[in-house]
């Protein structure tokens, strides 16, 4: 069964400061890998997906991330925070051609002043 | 597009009694997916329609859990003899069914039961 790993539960940066939210999957074949962010009392919203491909997916807002598979990571990154991604960040793991999404336990990003 | 659409936004309940959340698919997408959020089990994936019919029920408590679609505008999720470790933002997701498809979430209903 696939899963994800999301280590740090907490993120504090500095606004203009860089980023990067941490994800390991496990999956025994080839991962479909999601970033999702979710605002106070909204819904999740999907940054950015990979698919078998490049490795680097770029996304909304300036969010990017690479998918690894020596290191069973999929890391998301960005350069520049702004207060407005204060939010929680959730990894998802999919298996190919199936569109059930198993998330990880998610990181509060908090961006200070 | 006003999105995927879950009503009540909040629920309260007492212990015993039922729960029924609603889920309006976005228009012309195919499959719809129930999950469970709270803060110590993260989000858990509870079922999943494509087509109206049910294809994967795998996280469905066995007991006291059920949910159907019985058209291509709504899914209801039931819940009978609520318990407090009921209490959880129950979302639902929309799709256009195609392999690889984006989710796209509804705002939660909040289900709280005393």
């Known amino acids: 069964a696939q899963s994800v790993t999301q280590p740090d539960a907490r993120v504090t940066v500095s606004e203009g400061a860089s980023l990067q939210l941490r994800c390991k999957y496990s999956y025994f074949g080839t991962p479909y890998l999601f970033w999702y962010v979710q605002y106070p009392r909204q819904g999740l919203q999907l940054l950015l997906k990979y698919y078998p491909g490049d490795p680097v997916v770029q996304g909304v807002n300036g969010f990017e991330a690479e998918f690894s598979k020596s290191n069973s990571s999929f890391h998301l990154r960005k350069a520049s925070v702004h207060w407005s991604d204060w939010a929680v960040y959730f990894c998802?793991?999919?298996?190919?051609?199936?569109?059930?999404?198993?998330f990880g336990s998610g990181t509060k990003l908090t961006v200070e002043p | 597009n006003a999105g995927v659409i879950q009503t009540p936004r909040h629920k309260v309940t007492g212990k015993g009694q039922e729960a029924t959340l609603w889920c309006e698919p976005i228009?012309?997408?195919?499959?719809v997916f129930w999950y469970r959020q709270t803060i110590v089990q993260g989000l858990e994936f509870l079922t999943y329609?494509?087509?109206?019919?049910?294809?994967?029920d795998s996280g469905m408590p066995k007991e006291r859990f059920s949910a159907q679609m019985p058209n291509q505008s709504h899914s209801t999720l039931k819940i009978q003899s609520t318990q407090p470790q009921d209490s959880a933002v129950y979302l639902c997701?929309?799709?256009?069914?195609?392999?690889?498809?984006?989710?796209?979430f509804g705002a939660g209903t909040r289900l709280s039961v005393l």
């Open positions: 228009s012309g997408h195919s499959a």
């Open positions: 997701a929309s799709s256009l069914g195609l392999s690889q498809n984006t989710l796209y």
């Open positions: 329609f494509r087509n109206q019919a049910p294809i994967d």
């Open positions: 998802a793991v999919s298996e190919s051609n199936y569109n059930v999404l198993y």
